[in-house]
């Protein structure tokens, strides 16, 4: 009769190696990809300002930018869809953090890998491929520590039935009234469709916004 480890003794040796194993360092081009957006911005608003003001003028230039800014802080859809847009780049980061911290890693010491993060009624969802030694039960494991470090009420965690190395963490940041009653049990997913209704912004795009899209992996 062939000798079978005590699951107990598995989730143990473990625990044990997760507890020896450090986060790998990325390398520059996956920084440089991480961080994509902030880049963009630092470099691209001082880059337009620069061109305004050498095809307007100075005073042209700063009226303009202050009349943008304006209309885009007075109107309501245009605020929440840079806020929107900005919790997805945030999300993506503080998912990176948790799993890191919550030791969601692979044998050499890699993160899952963000696919894309999209923005929802509830807050963002997130999609990640798990890589080979991590799956979605350590996902469900960290789910309150996930819910942290994303500064979310609280993580859901799903998965697709036919492919379990698909994980999906529903962010939760708004609960309407009628549905608070707390976080629901992790199950299969819907992995391309929305299981919390359509967009904010009524179509397809939204769901299929590649905000914080982890690509190429390290």
């Known amino acids: 009769m062939p000798f079978r ?37 630092a470099a691209g608003l001082p880059a337009a300002l620069l061109i305004s003001v050498h095809a307007l003028g100075l005073i042209r230039a700063i009226a303009g930018t202050v009349i943008i800014a304006g209309l885009v802080t007075l109107y ?12 997805c780049v945030i999300t993506a980061h503080r998912v990176r953090a948790g799993c890191a911290q919550a030791l969601i890693l692979s044998g050499r010491g890699k993160l899952p890998i963000i696919m894309s993060t999209s923005r929802q009624p509830f807050g963002e969802r997130v999609r990640l491929w798990c890589r080979a030694g991590t799956s979605v039960q350590d996902f469900v494991d960290a789910q309150e520590l996930l ?5 979310a009420r609280h993580v859901v965690v799903s998965y697709d039935p036919s492919h379990t190395q698909l994980v999906i963490l529903d962010v939760i940041r708004v609960i309407n009234a009628a549905d608070d ?15 919390w209704g359509s967009d904010q912004c009524g179509n397809d795009q939204c769901g299929n916004d590649q905000w914080g899209n982890e690509w190429p992996p390290d």
């Open 5 to 41: 480890r005590p699951r107990d003794a598995r989730k143990a040796r473990r625990e044990l190696r997760l507890a020896l194993t450090t986060p790998a360092r990325p390398g520059p081009l996956v920084v440089f990809w991480r961080w994509r957006y902030e880049i963009a911005i």
């Open 76 to 87: 309501p859809p245009g605020r929440q869809y840079l806020l929107a847009c900005a919790w």
């Open 147 to 151: 819910a942290a470090a994303c500064w």
């Open 181 to 195: 009653q707390g976080p629901p049990a992790a199950g299969p997913g819907p992995w391309g469709n929305d299981q």
